[in-house]
């Protein structure tokens, strides 16, 4: 019986310094807990620059869905280098755009344009999938 709580006495230890260390890094780093909460309150996030063709094109997806994204021009952002900085240590690139839905990561232009095609991102979206024209 010892023994037994003593397991679940380190489990909820370990499981409490895992989660205070997650809070704590999103508490240093503002632009993580940005990324982060922002991921976790839309449907539909895209991280994208303004001038950016791929990022044109990723959203023009969406346009053709008729389905409306959270937008995060990082160009038009002071903090836009470090919010792309902690982008990139969240998903392992800092490229643009990054896409992602119910909090999941979608990819970038190529891969979402590759789930669309396939039908992944209706799935994705919960809409029924009809003819579409290329992009």
């Not at 019986?1 to 370990?14: E, K, N």
Request: glycine share 6%.
């Amino acid at each position: 019986m010892a023994a037994r709580i003593s397991v679940i006495t380190v489990t909820i230890a370990a499981a409490f310094l895992f989660w205070a260390s997650f809070a704590g890094a999103s508490e240093t780093n503002p632009e993580a807990a940005f990324v982060k909460k922002t991921i976790s309150s839309h449907k539909i996030v895209i991280f994208s620059k303004s001038y950016c063709p791929y990022c044109r094109k990723a959203k023009s997806v969406f346009k053709e869905l008729n389905q409306v994204p959270h937008v995060v021009e990082l160009d038009e952002r002071e903090n836009g280098w470090d919010i792309q900085d902690a982008l990139s240590e969240i998903v392992g690139r800092r490229t643009v755009p990054q896409v992602f839905i119910d909090g999941k990561h979608i990819g970038g232009s190529d891969d979402t344009v590759e789930a669309y095609e396939s039908g992944k991102l209706h799935k994705l979206l919960g809409i029924a999938e009809k003819h579409r024209d290329d992009l």
